[in-house]
């Protein structure tokens, strides 16, 4: 069974920065991706990172790009998402999700994802 735990979300001020993990377990593949979203109230999911397992294929979203960093532990099957300079609209429940069989994180659409966690509550507020 595929499970996927989001961790390390919270209530922080503008400026500042959260590392969010990804744990994933319980799929066998050696190619597939992971891929961070995001959903503000109101708002639609949206993408805002993807690695693949050998690291090779990188993606941000624009607003995110030179603040964020995806990084992974292959022997942990943990994907990291370094957050800093965070800014009030990074306000959202931020989910992690694998493509079992992905390689390239390049125009990835969302249906594509095959398994996704919980979510973990990112606030940035003063």
């Known amino acids: 069974q595929v499970q996927l735990v989001e961790s390390g979300g919270g209530l922080v001020q503008p400026g500042g920065s959260l590392r969010l993990s990804c744990a994933a377990s319980?799929?066998?593949?050696?190619?597939?991706?992971i891929g961070w979203f995001r959903q503000a109230p109101g708002k639609e999911r949206e993408g805002v990172s993807c690695i693949s397992s050998s690291g090779a294929s990188i993606d941000y979203a624009d607003s995110v790009k030179g603040r964020f960093t995806i990084s992974r532990d292959t022997g942990k099957k943990t994907v990291y998402l370094q957050m800093n300079s965070l800014k009030p609209e990074d306000t959202a429940v931020y989910y992690c999700a694998v493509d079992v069989y992905g390689r390239d994180c390049k125009s990835v659409p969302q249906s594509y994802y095959d398994y996704w966690g919980q979510g973990t509550q990112v606030t940035v507020s003063s």
């Open positions: 319980g799929y066998t593949s050696n190619y597939y991706l």
